[in-house]
C-alpha cells in the first residue's frame, strides 16, 4: 500500500503523534478554502495522483494561492494535471489545499531499509529537499537508524527534530516495517521461529549485525506454513517442497531485476551496484 499526499498522509502522521499542515480535500468549499486562507495567509495547491509519483514541484505541478480566487484558479488548473516521469504516465484526480507554514528551514528527512547498511537508515539534510539528487553526498547525512545518533543541523530546528524524528520512527516501525500477520489474526510458527532466532543471535553478541527482512526466510516462512500438513501427511514431497520454493524464489527475482532495471533507467544512475571493496569487511 502507499499512502501520498498530505490528504491521507496528514492523517497517518497524526495517528504517530507527529505534526502538520491543515489540510483540505477536492470537496472542499469556497467557505472552507478562503477561512484555511485567512487562517494560514495562504496555501498550496497540489494534484492528487495515485501512487507515489516524483518530480510534480519541477513540473509546476504546486500552485500557491494566497487569496480564493487565486486558489481556485490552480484547483482547475492542477484537478486533472497530467504528469510524465521517465517512462511513468499519471493523471490526477483532484487536489488538495494545505495551509502554508512559516520555516526558516526545509529538512527533508527519510527512513528506508536500506541494501547497503543492511538496517533501517535514515537520510536527513537541511538544504532543501525538491533538489536532493543534485546535493553534494558531504550535505547529506545517511546513516542507520539509531536513537542514540547525533544530527547535525542548525541550532535553531535540532530541539524540534530531536523531539519528532521518534515519533515518525515509532510509526515506521510499527506500521511499515512488521509484518500484519497479527492483525490479521494469524500465526506462523516458522516466521516466529525466524525472528527468534535472529533476535537472539543479536542478545546472545553471536553477531552485531541488525538483520533487515531476508526474502528467503520470508519465502520459506510462508510455504512451511501453507505446505507443512500436506508434507506431514505425505501428500507434498521434499522435492516438490524444494521445487515449490526455487520457483517462487525465481519468480521473485525475476520481478525485482525488472523493478532494478526500470529504476535504474529511469533515474540515469549507473546499473553498477557492487559494493566498493573498502566496505567489505569480515563478520567472524
Known amino acids: 500500500m ?75 488548473r492542477l484537478y486533472f494535471a497530467e504528469h510524465l516521469h521517465g517512462n511513468q504516465y499519471s493523471k490526477a484526480n483532484g487536489v488538495t489545499f494545505e495551509g502554508a507554514v512559516p520555516a526558516e528551514h526545509e529538512v527533508y528527512f527519510s527512513i528506508t531499509d536500506s541494501t547497503r547498511f543492511r538496517a533501517p537508515t535514515m537520510t536527513l539534510t537541511h538544504h532543501g529537499g525538491m533538489d536532493i539528487e543534485e546535493l553534494d553526498p558531504g550535505m547529506i547525512a545517511q ?24 515519533k515518525l520512527w515509532e510509526l515506521y516501525h510499527n506500521f511499515g516495517m512488521t509484518t500484519r500477520f497479527e492483525a490479521r489474526g494469524e500465526f506462523n510458527v516458522f516466521h516466529d521461529c525466524y525472528r527468534a532466532l535472529v533476535q537472539a543471535l543479536y542478545d546472545e553478541n553471536v553477531t552485531r549485525n541488525v538483520f533487515a527482512v531476508n526474502v528467503d526466510a520470508v519465502i520459506a516462512s510462508v510455504l512451511l506454513k501453507m505446505l507443512w500438513t500436506r508434507h506431514r501427511e505425505g501428500a507434498f514431497g521434499e522435492k516438490a517442497l524444494e521445487t515449490a520454493a526455487f520457483t517462487v524464489f525465481l519468480y521473485g527475482r525475476m520481478i525485482g531485476c525488472v523493478a532494478e532495471i526500470d529504476d535504474h533507467l529511469n533515474r540515469g544512475r549507473d546499473m553498477d551496484t557492487r559494493t566498493p571493496q573498502s566496505n567489505v569487511r569480515f563478520v567472524a
Open 2 to 76: 502507499q499512502v501520498t499526499g498530505m490528504l491521507y498522509g496528514s492523517q497517518l502522521l497524526q495517528f504517530g503523534g507527529f505534526p502538520t499542515a491543515e489540510v483540505l480535500g477536492p470537496d472542499a468549499s469556497e467557505e472552507q478554502i478562503k477561512a484555511l486562507i485567512d487562517r494560514h495567509g495562504s496555501v498550496f495547491v497540489k494534484p492528487m495522483f495515485k501512487g507515489g509519483v516524483g518530480k510534480k514541484g519541477k513540473a509546476g505541478l504546486v500552485g500557491r494561492a494566497s487569496d480564493l480566487r487565486t486558489a481556485l484558479k490552480e484547483k482547475e
Open 143 to 166: 546513516v542507520p537508524f539509531d536513537p542514540l545518533t547525533g544530527l547535525k543541523a542548525p541550532k535553531e530546528i535540532i530541539s524540534p527534530l530531536v523531539q519528532h524524528l521518534p
